[in-house]
């Protein structure tokens, strides 16, 4: 461009009357000599030295903009319409009350997730709650009861950190066979975002926890009163109560004014609405953590309280809504992708070209955070006919490795148990998750990417 550039500069001179004068258009016509080189220059970007983008001047910028007056609380541009979390009638209860809003994770740029796409879960609906009547109670086995207001609880210190959260449904239609031919479905069931809150046991160091308390109850003041029991190692860990998210008060279907926050484990838990902390020996054993939540395993027992959620990654570009079909041979493209791991922090991603046969160590770009969105990516130059070197069709699949030693697993290996990724299953094939699960599958999971750059989710079996 430096030596383009040059030539323009040494032939075409001109005086500063002279360049006024000149249109756009006879602009490029006088310099319609320098046609070949410009064209080298543009074709990389996909652009014509014909342009009427470039030839004449937008119409936005020939009239005045809108006041800053209009718009008091900021709204997207008309033409990001497509960047809307999206439903399902397969994934509600027939009206959209117990029901999930999936969040577009690939339209999402870094880590964190716009609040107003941030993924939503409700088991009776968004629940509205009046401010100035918030109660939180804290009781069970605590020295001193107490039943705080909003401006009680936000006068603790307050603390503010990244942490995703995930439904542990997250993939879950696709233990069988991929369900749907959407990165969006398939994977949306999370959202990664800043919270604003003040640690749990910070609060407890003000009324005093009895040595005997071994769990806590987490109530929702919405309809369906959402319970769930928490060890209290948790609690006295990372556990928060968040008031804020990406800078502002958490939106109403993310449980304003205040839920619970448990970095790394299932979104389920992560109450909201939140009206109740309950300290005692033995868990509840509320709905959700008896009938649901739970995961019945080929031996008949269902494994339940395994909180954490798995470490897990997926390509987002390409995707079927993302395809490379204006890609042609020897573009040069660049692969991105999320991991993720309630384990604690993403040490490295794999990719592989084949559908896991191979792998090739990824790069890791931005802030690498525990129990965080980490985003990936792999420069990639597009190979004839959409073809790897061995001839086969490409097939993209992502792995990815967190610190505490976990390793996202293959289907197999997740069915039937091998004991890659999930603790305690030994190589015994009647300990693995089957498959009719629901929850917390994490893994490995690919997309095809076809002669003409369409992308498709596919699952690549052994057995």
Request: proline fraction near 5%; include cysteine.
């Amino acid at each position: 461009m430096e030596k383009l550039t040059n030539i323009f500069k040494k032939k075409y001179a001109t005086t500063k009357s002279e360049t006024s004068a000149l249109s756009r258009r006879d602009f490029f016509k006088k310099t319609g000599a320098l046609s070949v080189a410009a064209t080298a220059v543009l074709a990389p970007i996909g652009l014509k030295a014909d342009d009427d983008a470039i030839m004449h001047h937008p119409k936005w910028g020939q009239s005045w903009g809108d006041p800053v007056t209009k718009n008091r609380y900021g709204i997207p541009s008309a033409y990001e319409h497509n960047n809307i979390r999206r439903n399902t009638k397969l994934l509600a209860s027939g009206n959209y009350r117990a029901a999930i809003a999936v969040a577009p994770i690939h339209e999402s740029e870094g880590i964190i997730t716009p609040n107003g796409l941030f993924f939503s879960r409700s088991h009776g609906g968004t629940a509205h709650v009046d401010p100035k009547e918030f109660r939180l109670m804290i009781n069970g086995l605590v020295e001193k009861p107490i039943v705080l207001t909003l401006d009680q609880l936000k006068r603790y210190p307050k603390i503010t950190r990244t942490h995703f959260i995930e439904c542990p449904a997250n993939g879950g239609q696709e233990w069988r066979k991929p369900q749907y031919n959407s990165l969006q479905f398939a994977k949306g069931f999370m959202s990664c975002a800043e919270w604003t809150g003040v640690y749990i046991k910070t609060i407890l160091k003000d009324l005093g926890l009895k040595p005997n308390a071994k769990w806590m109850l987490a109530e929702g003041s919405d309809n369906s009163e959402m319970g769930r029991s928490i060890p209290v190692e948790k609690v006295l860990d990372d556990a928060m109560l968040v008031w804020g998210q990406n800078g502002e008060a958490l939106r109403p279907e993310q449980g304003y004014p205040v839920r619970l926050l448990l970095p790394g484990w299932e979104g389920n838990l992560c109450v909201k609405w939140l009206k109740r902390l309950d300290f005692a020996e033995e868990p509840w054993y509320a709905k959700e953590e008896t009938s649901k939540y739970t995961a019945l395993k080929p031996t008949g027992k269902a494994i339940q309280h395994f909180y954490a959620n798995e470490v897990n990654s997926t390509v987002v570009s390409p995707s079927p809504e993302k395809p490379w079909t204006d890609l042609k041979e020897g573009d040069v493209v660049e692969i991105e992708g999320l991991a993720w791991s309630g384990m604690g922090t993403i040490k490295r991603v794999d990719l592989s070209f084949d559908g896991g046969n191979s792998y090739e160590k990824a790069h890791i770009k931005g802030l690498v955070l525990p129990k965080c969105w980490t985003r990936w990516s792999y420069i990639y130059k597009i190979p004839k006919g959409f073809k790897n070197k061995n001839g086969k069709q490409i097939i993209l699949t992502s792995r990815a490795i967190d610190d505490a030693g976990f390793i996202q697993p293959t289907i197999d290996q997740e069915i039937f148990g091998y004991g890659v990724a999930k603790k305690n299953y030994g190589k015994d094939k009647n300990k693995g998750m089957g498959v009719e699960s629901v929850y917390h599958r994490n893994a490995v999971e690919s997309w095809e990417v076809t002669e003409n750059g369409e992308v498709n989710h596919v699952q690549i079996r052994t057995i």
